[in-house]
């Protein structure tokens, strides 16, 4: 168990709807990141968050949007959603201890878009 | 260009020998990061070794060990001893240096223990 925690596990929904996925950091990670990993591309960046504010954007759509919380947990909105937004979304966090920064993934949330 | 490069989509190791996957990783960053990762089929992403750019000698975490050769940009993932529970994805990810820590990932390597 990494100590990060994804919900929901598995998420069923219908094109051009909106979702929120959610993910709470270890104890004491500042950093948040979220990763999509799909078939087709592969595990990719989508963005980074650090102590509330956004420090690094990576492949995101712009139907996407995340945002941190004063209490450092993390929502992933992804809307007007289509058939390849389907994918496993991981939330990450991580510390930084000496010159090692180390990502810890949750379990990840399945989104499947009918 | 790939950053990332793990040619062996798959691979086969007996039960209890020793098995390499190989990473390639491009980079003109003299600080880098280089990661492994283990991904069964549950599907979690399991951190497993860390190498940094300056690290003097190889990391090695139990029966993980990665062999760094700097000049190859080479980061291959040594199992010693594997078990049945070693059969999953791997992927070898790479963090560049500067304030963003994003990883980034290769294709992955299925590795499938025989018993």
């Known amino acids: 168990d990494s100590g990060v925690t994804q919900t929901p596990k598995h998420l069923i929904t219908a094109t051009g709807q909106r979702v929120t996925l959610r993910c709470s950091p270890r104890?004491?990670?500042?950093?948040v990141y979220w990763y999509q990993q799909s078939l087709d591309q592969g595990l990719q960046f989508l963005i980074q968050?650090?102590?509330?504010?956004?420090?690094a954007k990576g492949n995101i759509l712009e139907r996407f949007s995340a945002q941190q919380f004063p209490d450092l947990h993390s929502e992933l909105n992804l809307s007007s959603l289509e058939l390849g937004d389907s994918a496993l979304y991981f939330c990450?966090?991580?510390?930084?201890?000496?010159?090692?920064?180390?990502?810890?993934f949750g379990p990840g949330t399945r989104l499947l878009v009918l | 260009a790939q950053k990332i490069t793990q040619t062996q989509p798959g691979m086969f190791v007996q039960e209890k020998e020793a098995v390499t996957l190989d990473c390639t990783y491009d980079?003109?960053?003299?600080?880098?990061?280089l990661f492994w990762y283990k991904q069964p089929s549950s599907g979690e992403m399991i951190f497993l070794i860390y190498?940094?750019?300056?690290?003097?000698q190889n990391a090695t975490e139990g029966r993980y060990s990665l062999n760094f050769q700097k000049a190859r940009k080479s980061a291959n993932l040594v199992i010693s001893a594997s078990q049945l529970g070693d059969s999953a994805m791997y992927f070898c990810?790479?963090?560049?240096?500067?304030?963003?820590?994003?990883?980034?990932f290769g294709k992955g390597t299925l590795l499938t223990v025989n018993p």
């Open positions: 990450a966090s991580s510390v930084e201890r000496g010159h090692v920064e180390t990502q810890y």
């Open positions: 104890s004491g990670d500042l950093s």
């Open positions: 968050y650090y102590n509330g504010e956004e420090r």
């Open positions: 980079t003109s960053d003299p600080s880098y990061g």
């Open positions: 190498q940094g750019s300056y690290d003097q």
């Open positions: 990810a790479m963090r560049e240096g500067g304030s963003n820590y994003k990883l980034t």
